[in-house]
């Protein structure tokens, strides 16, 4: 059911947070109880329904006991019958997530002895957990192949209600329970290829699943695997993102979509190869700075560095080759793709670098300590700069004219 009207049985202030595909939200309205709903409450690994109650927006649905509460910011007076309706976009995709889990987990324990011991359904993509610590690829293509002819061959899914007491319940079925059951309990039948219990809302036939993709697998906790997956209308989103992607690409390389891997691997080595040459001629000139600055009349009393073009590699050598010149060195460099940040290194004679020091760092928002006279960390807003060589230039004429009273 998409709509539904029922009647509010209590209406109470709340702060309890938003929680959705577990991510966390500060909330501060109202939580709504009414005689039922078709709003789902998270539950089973399912993620909450969102929707409306009139035209009153439902954040969150959770239950409590036996009674599932309904999240809004405008409160709603008791006794007042509203029209439900569930936001079908997202259910309908939960539910394609949902079945497609227990199909692909039924298939995974009895076709190839890897139980699922538990499941996530994400805002993009979902995964089973299993217990091992790594599966095979091959197996991987035979479960998405099977996954997709039962979805091919329109399997029936059916829903059945047992007593919590009946014998017919083994302890496989009855093992997970919450502590808080009602005394039914609800199975989810795929023919016969299996039966689960859950809370969760599904699809009435594996066709409406659509395809199901695995999409690769990664470590999970305590030496298991989870192993990735999308069904249906997440695999059409995911193919269209894909494509747009590959136009880009394409206009980007100017090249055919199959031409693609080899042009950028063309370019990465075309890229080490420039940034080794770029290397050499840094090298180079650093080499060239050092006896230029060594071999100024009158020798500098300072050195202040910025270039855009400078690299960690740079700058040392820099320091390395006036080390011992009794200098204040200051060298900066900017991040390439992060205009306001950079990378910094002073250098010098303890007085100096006691005098200069912090009024540097606390104009560029720098972090990093003083070790063995040396400064280099980085910098969070270059934008001071500019204050910085000015305030170098003047430290520095000040105690030039110094000397010469003296």
């Not at 538990?118 to 299993?130: H, K």
């Not at 494509?243 to 100017?254: I, Q």
Request: proline content about 4%.
């Amino acid at each position: 059911m998409k709509e539904y009207k029922s009647k509010v049985l209590k209406c109470e202030e709340t702060k309890e947070p938003v929680v959705d595909y577990g991510k966390v939200t500060k909330f501060e309205g109202y939580q709504i109880t009414l005689e039922n709903t078709v709003l789902f409450p998270a539950g089973g690994g399912q993620p909450h329904d969102i929707g409306w109650l009139n035209n009153i927006e439902v954040l969150q649905v959770l239950r409590k006991g036996n009674e599932a509460v309904h999240f809004t910011k405008e409160p709603i007076a008791v006794g007042t019958v509203v029209s439900q309706r569930v936001d079908w976009e997202r259910r309908f995709d939960h539910m394609q997530q949902h079945s497609g889990q227990h199909l692909l987990s039924a298939i995974l324990e009895k076709e190839y002895g890897l139980p699922t011991t538990s499941w996530w359904l994400g805002a993009v993509e979902s995964y089973v957990e299993l217990d091992t610590t790594s599966i095979k690829e091959d197996i991987i293509h035979k479960v998405e192949a099977k996954c997709n002819e039962l979805i091919s061959n329109a399997i029936p899914v059916n829903v059945k209600f047992c007593k919590a007491n009946d014998p017919d319940l083994d302890e496989a079925h009855t093992r997970g329970l919450p502590k808080d059951c009602m005394d039914t309990i609800r199975i989810i039948c795929i023919g016969n290829i299996d039966e689960n219990m859950c809370c969760g809302t599904h699809v009435s036939n594996l066709s409406q699943l659509q395809v199901i993709k695995l999409i690769g697998t990664e470590p999970g906790k305590k030496g298991k695997t989870n192993l990735k997956f999308l069904v249906g209308n997440r695999v059409i989103k995911t193919l269209q993102h894909m494509l747009d992607r590959e136009r880009s690409l394409t206009a980007l390389l100017k090249n055919e979509p199959n031409k693609h891997e080899e042009l950028v691997s063309k370019l990465q080595k075309n890229l080490k190869v420039s940034n080794k040459n770029l290397q050499n001629v840094l090298s180079e000139l650093a080499q060239l700075e050092v006896e230029r600055i060594k071999n100024a009349h009158p020798k500098p009393k300072y050195v202040f560095m910025s270039k855009k073009e400078a690299t960690p590699e740079f700058n040392r050598a820099i320091c390395k080759g006036l080390e011992g010149e009794g200098m204040f060195i200051f060298l900066a460099s900017i991040e390439p793709d992060k205009p306001k940040e950079g990378q910094i290194v002073i250098q010098g004679p303890e007085d100096h670098c006691n005098a200069l020091g912090k009024q540097i760092t606390d104009l560029l928002k720098a972090k990093g300590a003083f070790k063995n006279g040396k400064f280099q960390g980085k910098a969070s807003d270059m934008s001071g700069i500019n204050k910085c060589k000015n305030l170098i230039e003047q430290y520095f004429t000040n105690v030039i004219i110094s000397t010469d009273k003296e």
